[in-house]
C-alpha cells in the first residue's frame, strides 16, 4: 500500500535562513508527488507538484523541491524563509490511474522565529 | 481566479442529527473528492465521484455518508446520524481529469462540531 512518511513534525527556523522539510514516499511506481501547505483555519493550498520530467520543481512562494527516484523523497526547500511562512505542510503522493485519492503525510509544522 | 467553495464554514450539530456539508468545485472539474482532518491528525481521503457515482471510498466511509451532486453545480456530503467522533474539518477538492493526471484544488473546508 502506498504510504508517505515525514519524518519531523515540528521544524522551527530562523527567518531568513533556509528550509528543507523531509518527505519520503512508498510506491511501487512513479508517483504523482505534490506539496500543500496549511495556514491555521485555512485550506489546502498547492505549493508544487511532480508529475515527470526535471526532478527539481519550482512552486510558488519561492519554495522547491527535488524528487530522488532512489531514496523514494520529494523533499521541499526555501533558501530564505519568512515568517509568514510559518505554517503546516503536507507532502501527498497521487497513484496514476484517474479520479484516484491523494495519500498525505501527517505533516510538517514549521514555526519561523525571528 | 476560479476556486472550491464550501459552505457552511463551521456547522455545530447534536450527536446522532443529519448534517450536510456543501461544496461548489470548479465548473470544468469533473472528478470530486471528501476528505477530512481530525484536529491535530493527518488529512484523510474518505471518497472520490465521478460520473455521477463513487469510484473510490476509503474504510472511512461506512454507511453514515453518502455523497450526491444534486445539480450541474454542487457536491455534497451527508452524515446520517453524527457521532462526536465525526468532529473534523471536511475538506472538498475538485480536479479537471481530462487527459493526463492533475493536482486537485481544495476548498477551505467546513469544521464540524459533534456535541
Known amino acids: 500500500a502506498q504510504s508517505v512518511t515525514q519524518p519531523d513534525i515540528h521544524i522551527t527556523v530562523s527567518e531568513g535562513a533556509s528550509l528543507e522539510l523531509r518527505c519520503n514516499y512508498s510506491?511501487?511506481?512513479?508517483?504523482?508527488l505534490f506539496w500543500y501547505v496549511q495556514s491555521p483555519g485555512q485550506g489546502l493550498q498547492l505549493l508544487l507538484k511532480?508529475?515527470?520530467?526535471?526532478?527539481l520543481v519550482q512552486g510558488i512562494k519561492g519554495f522547491e523541491a527535488e524528487f530522488k527516484r532512489s531514496q523514494s523523497s520529494f523533499n521541499l526547500r526555501k533558501p530564505s524563509v519568512h515568517w509568514s511562512d510559518a505554517a503546516e505542510y503536507f507532502c501527498?503522493?497521487?497513484?496514476?490511474?484517474?479520479?484516484?485519492?491523494?495519500?498525505f503525510g501527517k505533516g510538517t509544522t514549521l514555526s519561523v522565529s525571528s | 481566479e476560479p476556486e472550491v467553495t464550501q459552505t457552511p464554514s463551521h456547522q455545530v450539530t447534536q450527536m446522532g442529527q443529519e448534517v450536510i456539508l456543501r461544496c461548489v468545485p470548479i465548473?470544468?472539474?469533473?472528478?470530486f473528492y471528501w476528505y477530512r482532518q481530525i484536529l491535530g491528525q493527518k488529512v484523510e481521503f474518505l471518497v472520490s465521484?465521478?460520473?455521477?457515482?463513487?469510484?473510490?471510498k476509503s474504510e472511512i466511509f461506512d454507511d453514515q455518508f453518502s455523497v450526491e451532486r444534486p445539480d450541474g453545480s454542487n457536491f455534497t456530503l451527508k452524515i446520517r446520524s453524527t457521532k462526536l467522533e465525526d468532529s473534523a474539518m471536511y475538506f472538498c477538492?475538485?480536479?479537471?481529469?481530462?487527459?493526463?493526471?492533475?493536482?486537485?484544488?481544495f476548498g477551505p473546508g467546513t469544521r464540524l462540531t459533534v456535541l
Open positions: 465548473s470544468n472539474h469533473l472528478y
Open positions: 510506491y511501487g511506481a512513479t508517483p504523482y
Open positions: 477538492a475538485s480536479r479537471k481529469g481530462q487527459g493526463s493526471y492533475n493536482e486537485q484544488f
Open positions: 465521484f465521478y460520473n455521477n457515482e463513487i469510484s473510490e
Open positions: 511532480y508529475f515527470s520530467g526535471d526532478t
Open positions: 501527498a503522493v497521487g497513484v496514476i490511474q484517474a479520479g484516484t485519492a491523494l495519500i
